[in-house]
């Protein structure tokens, strides 16, 4: 069902969860992207058309905002719920840690990715293959791609984590995936710094009343004022629109 004229993923948290474990199964390396996505990513689809149609290419676009659920629940999706980059690596990570399924997360700080695989060891899941921290510029090269591809076919990787922020880890996604053999690319942007503790992560009760932005606001005003100011009339404005 569409939000923002994006498809998004409606059959709700638990559900995506059992459908990737069945996809992690299967004997193919399909290269599914799967990008949770927030008001930020619907409204930047909905009015850039190349990145609009990146997304229209990924595999899933989960629901990662209230006002996506809000929006999917009044259409009918009665089952949608929301589903974070943040729950659903926490998610994925433990109900794998006992299967053969191996881990690569691509993305943070230098140092980040590391903290990341201690945070899984404590999960109980030892099955993170490797980690790398791209270097920080808008667009990496296409040998530069085929270079952090290699090494993550090395590792015989299973699924490729991605925390590069949006709308840049979309992009790489979409790229890289031409070079990889894996079954899952999963763009999870923050939730690799709230899981390191970098960054603070809004308490649930705030997450379900819908004012999460509210509160990443106050904590970090100076980057994401300006986009607040552009995001959510627009979603507003857009959601009204295409109802």
């Known amino acids: ?12 948290f638990n559900t995506a969860i059992t459908d990737s474990l069945a996809i992690l199964q299967e004997e193919e390396d399909n290269n599914l992207i799967v990008s949770p996505s927030d008001a930020n990513v619907l409204v930047s689809a909905r009015t850039n058309s190349a990145l609009k149609e990146v997304v229209d290419q990924f595999y899933w676009n989960l629901p990662d905002g209230m006002p996506s659920v809000w929006v999917l629940k009044l259409k009918g999706a009665k089952e949608a719920t929301r589903i974070s980059g943040y729950a659903f690596f926490e998610e994925l990570i433990k109900q794998t840690a006992k299967a053969p399924v191996q881990h690569f997360l691509c993305g943070g700080n230098v140092g980040i990715a590391e903290q990341l695989r201690g945070i899984c060891s404590t999960w ?14 808008e667009e990496l090269s296409e040998e530069e791609l085929k270079e952090i591809a290699q090494q993550i076919n090395d590792k015989n990787t299973t699924v490729l984590w991605v925390g590069l922020g949006a709308p840049k880890q979309l992009y790489f996604a979409h790229r890289i995936a031409k070079y990889t053999n894996v079954k899952l690319i999963v763009t999870i942007g923050a939730a690799f710094d709230f899981h390191a503790g970098v960054v603070k992560k809004a308490p649930t009760w705030i997450e379900s009343s819908g004012l999460e932005w509210f509160y990443r606001l106050l904590k970090e005003p100076a980057r994401l004022l300006k986009r607040y100011l552009r995001v959510i009339p627009q979603f507003i404005f857009f959601a009204i629109i295409d109802r």
């Open 124 to 137: 109980g899941n030892e099955n993170v293959c490797g980690t790398f921290s791209p270097p920080f510029k």
């Open 1 to 12: 069902m569409k939000v923002l004229k994006t498809e998004l993923y409606d059959k709700g």
